[in-house]
């Protein structure tokens, strides 16, 4: 397994829409088992192919007991909204703000090796399911967040100059950076 770097905002593979997953062989596995392994080395509760710079259609996650990977996933999401929380990206070094999410979600998709997977999931693990498929299609949050917040946390980005970081990569975390998902909650 290898420690993949993450993708920085301004890198074009976060706004593109990721590509669904067709080979379920020994590459695709290998870029799971990667992932997971990256995500534990920063501390994230999930990341999205698209965040290591693999424009495919999947993400894996560590919320609590629950981790694991989805392939292709399907969201169903709830009609009511949970409380806002903070997010905060590797993606997006520096930047947290609250984001709304829908409170309960069924997903639905398939695992490295094909099989089919159905997990459901409430507050921090639909949050978590949301943001990444989110990143899988092109979306990040700060697309998310009212409009006083977008615009302060792209303020806050001008000012870090992050176009200097665009093709920079995160290898570990440090205190200032967010995991993944969930800046300021603790992963």
């Given at each position: ?5 993450i993708?920085?905002i301004?890198?074009?593979?976060l706004?593109?829409?990721a590509?669904?997953v067709?080979?379920?062989g020994?590459e695709?596995?290998?870029l799971v088992e990667?992932m997971?392994?990256t ?6 509760a999930g990341?999205?192919?698209p965040q290591v710079?693999?424009s495919l259609r999947v993400?894996?996650y ?6 694991g ?5 399907v ?5 009511d909204?949970?409380?806002?929380q903070v ?8 930047i947290a ?5 829908r409170?309960?979600v069924k997903a ?7 099989n ?8 921090m693990?639909?949050r978590?399911f949301q943001h ?6 092109g979306?990040?949050f700060l697309?998310?967040?009212e ?13 870090n100059n992050y ?10 975390r440090?205190g ?7 800046a300021g909650?603790?992963?």
């Open positions: 397994m290898a420690i993949l770097g993708r920085i301004g890198d074009p593979v706004r593109t829409p590509q669904e067709t080979d379920f020994p695709l596995q290998k990667d997971d392994q995500m534990e080395n920063v501390t994230g990341l999205a192919a710079g693999v993400f894996t560590q919320i609590g007991e629950e981790r990977h989805i392939v292709n996933p969201l169903e999401l709830s009609d909204y949970q409380d806002d997010e905060g990206c590797l993606s997006i070094p520096g703000a609250p984001v709304r999410r409170r309960h639905t998709g398939f695992d490295k090796f094909g089919p997977v159905e997990i459901e999931g409430s507050d693990l639909a978590c990444e498929t989110d990143h899988l299609d979306i990040l697309d998310r967040l409009p006083e917040e977008k615009k302060a946390a792209w303020r806050t980005l001008r000012a176009s200097q970081t665009a093709n920079a990569t995160v290898k570990k440090s200032a950076l967010g995991s993944s998902f969930g909650l603790g992963f």
